[in-house]
């Protein structure tokens, strides 16, 4: 089946500090979404991204389809961005949602 | 505020009793799913309903059932048959349409006891 791995899975960052993270799937892509679990379980949509760069704040993502691959970038990093960051593929049938591993962050002060 | 609201938020199952999740939404969504989070891992889906009357199985729905009488509402049943039911569950929906946004609701902890 379709499958979505992030990389990597878990991080430390000092505050302030710049971080990539990384998003592979193994079929082409109708849709990639970026979502940060906070500490209390709920899902915040952070971009809606199927190709190109979009960019909200200090958060930014690339998305190159034809390689199959999505970037998400933090840069000046705070303790709020701590938790989990997931990517997920949508399916053409039934726009199911396909989740990677997550990647488990945190930002030490 | 629109927005899709789950409850309760946390929920208590002796074994072999059936429970029912609630997920409600007034973004006038046409699509509505469920998922199941594990400890430390990603979400898979339950159940999804793409229009009311209708909802297919997703990839772990042994044990659990679904229904949707209205386009507002998606209760999820976890059966006696579901071996495993502690766990974190998630409601989304989307508009209708090919790669559109899901947007999720706050999560409901269910945990046997």
């Known amino acids: 089946g379709i499958q979505v791995e992030q990389s990597p899975p878990d991080l430390i960052l000092q505050e302030g500090a710049n971080s990539t993270l990384r998003c592979n799937f193994s079929d082409s892509v109708n849709n990639l979404q970026w979502f940060h679990q906070n500490p209390w379980g709920q899902l915040i949509n952070l971009f809606y991204i199927p190709s190109g760069t979009k960019q909200n704040g200090r958060l930014s993502a690339t998305t190159v389809a034809t390689e199959r691959y999505s970037l998400l970038y933090i840069s000046s990093s705070q303790t709020t961005d701590s938790g989990v960051y997931f990517c997920?593929?949508?399916?053409?049938?039934?726009?199911?949602?396909?989740f990677g591993g997550g990647t488990r962050v945190l930002v030490k002060p | 505020d629109g927005g899709i609201t789950q409850s309760p938020k946390y929920l208590f199952r002796k074994e072999g009793q059936n429970v029912t999740l609630s997920c409600e939404q007034n973004l006038n969504h046409d699509a509505m799913y469920w998922y199941r989070q594990d400890p430390g891992q990603g979400l898979r889906l339950i159940y999804y309903?793409?229009?009311?009357?209708?909802?297919q199985k997703g990839d772990i729905a042994e044990g659990y059932s679904v229904s949707r009488e209205k386009k507002e509402s998606f209760p999820l049943t976890v059966t006696s048959a579901q071996k495993n039911p502690t766990a974190f569950y998630l409601c989304?929906?989307?508009?209708?349409?090919?790669?559109?946004?899901?947007?999720f609701g706050q999560g409901t902890r269910l945990t046997v006891v």
């Open positions: 997920a593929r949508t399916e053409a049938a039934g726009n199911k949602l396909t």
């Open positions: 989304a929906s989307s508009i209708a349409g090919v790669g559109t946004e899901a947007f």
């Open positions: 309903s793409q229009i009311v009357n209708d909802f």
